[in-house]
T-cell receptor, first 112, second 113 residues
């Protein structure tokens, strides 16, 4: 069964550093998403991406965050200057239409 | 705006007993509803989804859920719990026109031998 692949599975970064989280969505999917889950809390929507542009973003997704689909297969989330509170599990998801989500296994980001 | 409430952060059942995980939603328009399962240190796996077809939805691993508009509920059930069902379960709602899913806080299902 097709999978959404996320790398790395765990990333440790120093506060203030830039970090890029990578995702390879399912190849025929059109919609791409990032979610995050702070430890012990619920999963929160960050951003959706369709037709090479952001289609919706939450209030969490401020100017420190950006997304990109650089080469037609990867989908990346960049955090420009990480803060301690950015420590979380970040999930990528993709969908062939607007409600058939498949999630990746996540990247655990630890900001120290 | 839509919201999801999962009653009970922890639910404990005996192996072989009925599993019932509760989810109520709030939405001003007909929603799409989802249940996801998360095993320790893993991602979110879709159990089942309601997208305005049949109100009783069957999913993987013997789970099912019934959409009840009058009660704004989408409770998850399984007739007989198995040890392997121990995990975190999330209910989520999506309203057409909004891209993102809104998740509940999750219910940790514990299976007693």
């Amino acid at each position: 069964e097709p999978e959404v692949t996320q790398t790395p599975s765990h990333q440790v970064t120093q506060m203030g550093q830039e970090v890029i989280l990578r995702c390879v969505p399912i190849s025929n999917h059109l919609y791409f998403y990032w979610y995050r889950q702070i430890l012990g809390q619920k999963v929160e929507f960050l951003v959706s991406f369709y037709n090479n542009e952001i289609s919706e973003k939450s209030e969490i997704f401020d100017d420190q965050f950006s997304v990109e689909r650089p080469d037609g297969s990867n989908f990346t989330l960049k955090i420009r200057s990480t803060k301690l509170e950015d420590s979380a599990m970040y999930f990528c998801a993709s969908s062939p239409e607007d409600y058939g989500y498949t999630f990746g296994s996540g990247t655990r980001l630890t900001v120290v | 705006a839509q919201s999801v409430t999962q009653l009970g952060s922890h639910v404990s059942v005996s192996e072989g007993a009925l599993v019932l995980l509760r989810c109520n939603y709030s939405s001003s328009v007909p929603p799409y509803l989802f249940w996801y399962v998360q095993y320790p240190n893993q991602g979110l796996q879709l159990l089942l989804k309601y997208t305005s077809a049949a109100t009783l939805v069957k999913g993987i691993n013997g789970f099912e859920a019934e959409f009840k508009k009058s009660e704004t509920s989408f409770h998850l059930t399984k007739p007989s719990a198995h040890m392997s069902d121990a995990a975190e379960y999330f209910c989520a709602v999506k309203v057409g026109g909004a891209d993102g899913l809104t998740f509940g806080k999750g219910t940790h299902l514990i299976i007693q031998p």
